[in-house]
């Protein structure tokens, strides 16, 4: 447990060291180029498309239980989330004190093979924990992506409108560089 806890402190160090490092470089600043905003485009939607899941929020997402819904703006898989995690420590807890106060640490617990049932639901609320954060990244970022995706698809040909007509045709190419 002791390893995991280093490990886990660790990778929020690093991912918060690597918050801004960009492999790709961006010309121009994205805070001062204005693009048309389509009429009828709420601010809520304007808002959602200029989120972004960085490294940062991975850390952050370690911290706060359910924080990339929330940012993805899902908020009753935000609060499922949080509740899990809240229920697996609640767990956990009880089961360390139980082991505790039995006079053994959690080490000559496991080496005596006493306190089973109790070890095994530590280990299934760490894991319970680990597979909410998991969820939590992955599922919250794919949905964020698909709320892109739907607000792009939606005011696409007003987005097109206001920023002129797309001059040539449709055509595919290949590019040979050395």
């Excluded at 360390?96 to 640490?105: A, K, P």
């Excluded at 998991?134 to 919250?140: L, V």
Aim: no cysteine.
């Amino acid at each position: 447990m002791k390893n995991i806890v280093i490990f886990l402190l660790v990778l929020t160090a690093f991912s918060a060291q690597a918050q801004d490092v960009s492999i790709f470089h961006r010309y121009e600043a994205d805070r001062l180029k204005l693009e048309p905003i389509p009429s009828g485009m709420t601010l809520e939607e304007y808002q959602l498309l200029s989120r972004d899941i960085r490294m940062i929020d991975i850390g952050y997402a370690m911290a706060v239980p359910g924080y990339t819904h929330f940012k993805a703006q899902e908020t009753k898989l935000g609060y499922a989330v949080l509740a899990v995690d809240l229920v697996s420590a609640g767990v956990i807890a009880m089961n360390v004190r139980t082991i505790s106060n039995s006079g053994l640490t959690i080490a000559q617990a496991q080496s005596t093979g006493l306190y089973a049932s109790e070890r095994a639901a530590i280990n299934a609320g760490a894991l319970m924990i680990f597979g909410a954060f998991a969820f939590d990244h992955i599922h919250g970022k794919w949905a964020l992506e698909r709320k892109h995706e739907a607000l792009k698809y939606r005011y696409s040909g007003k987005i097109s409108a206001v920023a002129g007509a797309i001059e040539g045709s449709p055509s595919v190419g290949v590019v040979w560089r050395f």
